[in-house]
């Protein structure tokens, strides 16, 4: 059997993050949408400025699983919460416990830190996830709707 452990990742990982994120876009059907690089990874993610964080989750020493967070806040709650931003677990290691390992993790460092919540999105088709993280206890947040300026309208609204 094999032995699941998570690590805090490093700048050295940054190919195996793009390799994943690239792998997740094309799960999503948006691998056109990915414009990170190595580098961007690497300056994003492990500059001392950065309040983005990984882990990755590996099997026998191999690399199978990454997750990408970063603390927000809750003025209701004056907290901060953990915002997973991505969880990925390559298809031949799925449902070997690695994405349940990936997500138990980050409940340890939200409690650890204190946070009033933990929190993610999951596309609306994406069932085989929502059925996932339902049998977790996690639940839904229908009632919000999420929104994104990108692109020429976020450089609009900047230079109004």
Request: contains cysteine; negative net charge.
């Amino acid at each position: 059997m094999s032995v699941l452990t998570i690590r805090n990742a490093t700048p050295d990982d940054a190919g195996v993050i793009l390799q994943f994120v690239r792998e997740l876009a094309v799960y999503e059907k948006a691998e056109h949408e990915v414009l990170a690089t190595e580098s961007s990874i690497r300056e994003s993610i492990f500059s001392e400025e950065s309040a983005t964080k990984a882990i990755i989750c590996e099997s026998d020493g191999q690399p199978i699983g990454l997750a990408v967070y970063f603390l927000n806040y809750s003025t209701w709650l004056a907290k901060h919460g953990l915002y997973l931003e991505d969880l990925y677990v390559t298809p031949i290691a799925r449902g070997t416990g690695a994405g349940k390992a990936l997500l138990k993790h980050l409940a340890q460092i939200a409690v650890q830190k204190k946070c009033g919540r933990f929190e993610w999105s999951v596309l609306d088709w994406n069932m085989p996830a929502i059925q996932f993280y339902e049998s977790l206890g996690a639940e839904p947040q229908i009632e919000w709707v999420g929104y994104r300026l990108t692109g020429q309208a976020l450089l609009n609204l900047a230079d109004s």
